[in-house]
């Protein structure tokens, strides 16, 4: 075997107990009727294609939008990225202005690299116990007048729901035909009354599912899915056509056909939930923990109860070393953690049993943790956010295509800078490409230590792109 294959087979025999996606969790049961070797076709005879299909993926597209209650559903291929991407490429030629939340994940960064609009961004609400993205106030920002689109998400990699209700209220009074984009990618089990209602169900015209993230799909399959003609379904088709494989994978098509059947059985998320206020009940005093209590603070208007957000200064330690004891000592593994929080991710094929032991390493942490004398650990780092958004000088697709330069980071106040940098997570950009060098960003920047950067090249050097500027460019 391969060093891959290795390493693979060698995390898998480690035998952790998931709470990061795939939402399958690895259960055989998901897949029983699903010939890996058989199955792995391309575009033959009676198999339809996923470009322009007619016949079988037409029918599960059409059974899919059934199931999530939209009105035409698209199978994608290439991660719920794609999706974003071709949302943002569907509405060229029709839009100027589009508004973006500055906390979005990079696929829509890089849609604005294909689409070339000018964003006009979105500040999020930062939870000051958490020091996390979790909210964001509708009213504080949109100047509806001026709003052609607008694309948030909704709900949060950590579980926390924006008042989409009211955003979409607010469409409908004062731009009923602005089209509202939503990256749903965390919510596509969205379905009954245990989770917050979906976003197709409160009106919005496109909704990104990624089905592997919560649900049993394969990783990398996701689902796009349309209602009402506020945006042309031709331009989504062709967007799609445009960025998506020429040879999709049948095992991931067939997989999200299964994935939707399986969303409708709701009863599979019932003993979850159970054991989740279980949780909360046996550890919440000890932990501070995301949940119902927090809705209506700091911009959250819903809380999916299978994203368990800990944060861990209460207890003294930072995530870490939280993360440490739990991987040796009870074989979890979440979702992912920052210097003061871990997120553990549920899924549709967690057991009622992986929450137990959730549960029970969770209370020998903490009990371990209050009867030694290592709670020592304070917020150090509150700076990987920043405050004051930078001008932006070049659109994100301008700044792209520029001509760069890579120098000092202590000499790049002033210049404009030519890449994205988001630690990792919460994924936030510090600075977006385009942007002009503040000397808050500078100093956030310099400030920041080792941990999971996103598009920033020269971290270890200390050096930064920046765009070689032309005459008369400010
Ligand atoms: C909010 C959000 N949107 C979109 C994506 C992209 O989805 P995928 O990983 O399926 O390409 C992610 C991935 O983590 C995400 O967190």
């Avoid at 299964?258 to 019932?270: D, P, Q, T």
Wanted: hydrophobic share 40%; glycine share 8%.
């Amino acid at each position: 075997m391969g060093d891959l294959g290795e390493g693979l087979s060698h995390y898998q025999r480690q035998g952790f107990c998931s709470f990061h996606t795939p939402g399958h969790k690895g259960r055989q049961e998901f897949f029983h009727d699903l010939n890996f070797c058989g199955f792995d076709l391309t575009e033959l005879p009676g198999l339809d294609m996923l470009h322009s299909p007619s016949g079988i993926i037409a029918q599960a597209q059409k059974r899919s939008a059934q199931i999530f209650g939209a009105n035409e559903t698209y199978f994608l291929v290439n991660g719920g990225t794609v999706g974003n991407q071709a949302m943002f490429l569907a509405l060229s030629g029709t839009t100027k202005h589009v508004v973006v939340e500055r906390s979005s994940h990079r696929s829509v960064m890089s849609a604005l690299v294909l689409s070339g609009f000018r964003p006009d961004y979105l500040s999020p609400v930062i939870h000051p116990e958490f020091n996390l993205p979790l909210g964001l106030d509708i009213e504080e920002r949109l100047s509806w007048s001026e709003v052609s689109a607008c694309h948030v998400t909704y709900p949060s990699y950590y579980g926390a729901g924006i008042d989409l209700q009211r955003l979409l209220a607010k469409r409908a009074d004062l731009a009923p035909d602005m089209p509202v984009l939503v990256d749903q990618a965390h919510g596509s089990h969205f379905l009954g009354s245990l989770f917050p209602a979906s976003a197709l169900k409160l009106g919005a015209d496109l909704v990104l599912h990624s089905t592997h993230k919560t649900l049993s799909a394969l990783t990398q399959s996701a689902m796009l899915h349309v209602q009402g003609s506020r945006v042309s379904r031709a331009r989504l088709r062709q967007s799609l056509e445009l960025l998506q494989s020429s040879s999709p994978s049948y095992l991931l098509l067939a997989s999200l056909e299964r994935a939707g059947e399986y969303a409708l059985e709701i009863e599979r998320w019932e003993p979850l939930r159970e054991e989740v206020e279980k949780l909360h009940s046996t550890v919440g005093e000890r932990f501070r923990i995301l949940s119902q209590k927090d809705v209506g603070t700091y911009g959250i208007h819903s809380v999916d109860w299978s994203k368990v957000l800990i944060n861990t200064l209460p207890l003294g330690v930072s995530a870490s070393h939280c993360v440490e004891f739990l991987r040796k000592d009870f074989g979890l593994e979440p979702e992912l953690w920052d210097e003061e929080n871990i997120l553990f991710l549920i899924g549709i094929g967690n057991t009622p049993e992986d929450i137990r032991r959730l549960t029970k390493g969770l209370d020998h942490l903490a009990n371990r943790t209050l009867s030694s004398n290592t709670k020592d650990f304070k917020r150090q780092n509150a700076r990987r956010i920043v405050t004051s958004l930078p001008p932006q000088i070049l659109t994100p697709r301008e700044a792209f295509l520029a001509k760069k330069r890579q120098i000092p980071l202590r000499e790049s106040l002033g210049y404009i800078v030519g890449e994205t940098i988001s630690p990792y997570p919460p994924g936030i950009p510090i600075v977006v490409m385009g942007e002009q060098m503040t000397p808050e960003v500078l100093e956030t920047l310099l400030m920041v230590g080792k941990g999971h950067w996103q598009g920033w090249q020269g971290f270890e050097t200390q050096t930064i792109w920046i765009i070689e500027e032309e005459q008369g460019m400010s």
